[in-house]
């Protein structure tokens, strides 16, 4: 429970400071082409593997299980347009229906 | 010519769609593990859904909360260059500046980063950024009971709304065939280092491997 609110406190400071930092900066200091795409291309890595081991692992062991097909819904229902809450609803809905299968 | 009430409408419309999908991260924070208080302290402190979601999710997996943390503050690397596109058209002193900053997320951003005047910009900004700071915290607190209540995530499929929410943020980054191959290498190194490393870990390295790869990629131009 410690480490639980240790996490959270560096992510309170950690995500204010880049807020403010970004208000703050002359925007000459974070124009590098480099870092500029580094940035934009950091959210798409984490998220895949974020979405990869929220689906597949269970502990240390990769396990195909009702989670894929939650997934496998949810793309199919933002392919579809449905808007954020309705779909994680629906989705979370379908893996608990499988389970009960 | 766009007139302030039209633009306070619609970034009242953005704040209710997206301040309501608080109630999921309440519901998927309290069933991972963390109390009702810690879920309504990262709504209220930390107030950027991504690296909320992250952190949570990462906890939930049995990830060390500072690998959890760590990631949260890379994703949150990028209301740093959304700082840097509004810094102009809001015009703030130092003081409003540190009272501004926490609201910088990527809705609010958007709704003020295309108005032409600093008036429109600030409408925008604050209307849209505060909205969702009222919703997304009260729907916090209702989801963070109702998680809480449910008692094993598994058995409403929250564990598997996390990754249909993680999914929800990823997709609009999905439209560049660079984004794709960022997204998809993220995955396939997470993946592959879970049976190896303590969790938390192929979250870190998948998602830089993915970028390095994303920075030397060069698409061949037929």
């Known amino acids: 429970m410690t480490t639980v609110w240790a996490g959270i406190a560096i992510m309170v400071v950690g995500c204010f400071a880049l807020k403010y930092a970004g208000l703050s900066v002359p925007p000459s200091v974070l124009q590098h082409p ?50 954020f809450l ?16 | ?13 953005v704040g209710l769609a997206t301040g309501a999908y608080g109630v999921s991260f309440g519901a998927i924070s309290t069933a991972s593990g963390l109390s009702v208080v810690q879920t309504c302290v990262v709504s209220l402190l930390v107030f950027t859904g991504a690296s909320q979601f992250a952190f949570v ?4 997996s049995g990830g060390n909360p500072l690998t959890g943390a760590l990631t949260a503050v890379l994703l949150g690397s990028r209301n740093l260059f959304y700082g840097v596109s509004m810094a102009p058209r809001l015009d703030l002193d130092p003081a409003a500046r540190l009272a501004t900053a926490h609201f910088v997320i990527d809705e609010s951003t958007a709704m003020g980063v295309t108005r032409e005047t600093t008036r429109q ?11 969702i700071f009222v919703l997304w915290n009260l729907t916090t607190f209702a989801g963070a009971l109702a998680g809480d209540a449910i008692g094993d995530p598994r058995t409403y499929g929250l564990d598997a ?24 290498i993220g995955a396939a190194v997470a993946l592959g280092l879970v049976p190896f490393t303590a969790a938390g870990l192929p979250i870190v390295i998948g998602g830089a491997v993915a970028v390095l790869a994303g920075l030397l990629w060069r698409p061949v131009t037929p």
Do not use: H, K
């Open chain 2, 57 to 60: 999710g990462i906890v939930a």
């Open chain 2, 161 to 184: 709304a996390v990754g249909a929410a993680f999914l929800g943020l990823l997709w609009p980054r999905l439209a560049t065939w660079r984004g794709r191959l960022v997204a998809l």
């Open chain 2, 121 to 131: 910009a600030r409408l925008g900004f604050y209307w849209t950024g505060i909205s």
């Open chain 1, 86 to 101: 309705p779909m994680v609803v629906a989705s979370a809905l379908v893996a608990a229906l499988v389970r009960q299968l």
């Open chain 1, 34 to 83: 480099l870092t500029v795409r580094a940035v934009e291309l950091i959210p798409a890595g984490l998220l895949g593997a974020l979405i990869a081991v929220q689906v597949l692992a269970d502990g240390s062991a990769v396990r195909v299980d009702a989670r894929l097909l939650a997934l496998g819904v949810a793309a199919v229902l933002l392919a579809l347009r449905v808007p």
């Open chain 2, 1 to 13: 010519m766009t007139t302030d009430r039209s633009i306070i409408v619609d970034s009242l419309g």
